[in-house]
């Protein structure tokens, strides 16, 4: 199970003449996250978007235009939910998941333990980790 973190740079869903977009529409204005989801398109069977308003998300989902971004450090609250809603979607003890998300949304939610989870992005600048994602998606 891929998991992709949002992004702070987000398109105007009023730019394309709608109140939403689909949340993989809303988030492609940051190459990262663009990179990010087509790593997990390629190498998960499914993959879901941590959204720092919305907790998880579907790439499907539509959602309207919002500014907000998770504390540095994370948020306990916040994290809680995404767990609770984790938890509710798939099975902890089956799951894996390739965390693609940055330090203050694995914080909370997939550090404190319960979770089989890789971040192969952990400790990477984002040039760094936009370079990865490209040198892997060069392999397909």
């Known amino acids: 199970m891929g998991v992709v973190a949002c992004s702070a740079s ?37 993959w879901v978007i941590l ?7 579907h790439p499907d ?7 907000k971004r998770l504390p540095r450090g994370g948020d306990r ?4 939910g995404v767990r609770e809603s984790l938890d509710s979607m798939f099975d902890p003890a089956f799951t894996h998941y390739v965390v693609l998300a940055g330090a203050d949304y694995r ?15 952990a400790g990477l600048g984002i040039g760094q980790q936009k370079a990865w994602l490209k040198s892997q998606l060069e392999d397909f």
């Open 10 to 46: 987000k398109f105007d869903p009023a730019d394309f003449g709608k109140n939403t977009l689909p949340a993989r529409q809303l988030y492609s204005k940051s190459d990262l996250f663009t990179k990010a989801a087509a790593f997990a398109e390629a190498n998960t069977d499914d």
């Open 51 to 57: 959204s720092a308003k919305y907790g998880v998300v």
């Open 61 to 67: 989902d539509e959602l309207p235009a919002y500014e």
């Open 77 to 80: 609250a916040w994290a809680k």
């Open 107 to 121: 914080k909370h939610v997939f550090e404190p333990g319960g979770y089989y989870f890789e971040a192969p992005l």
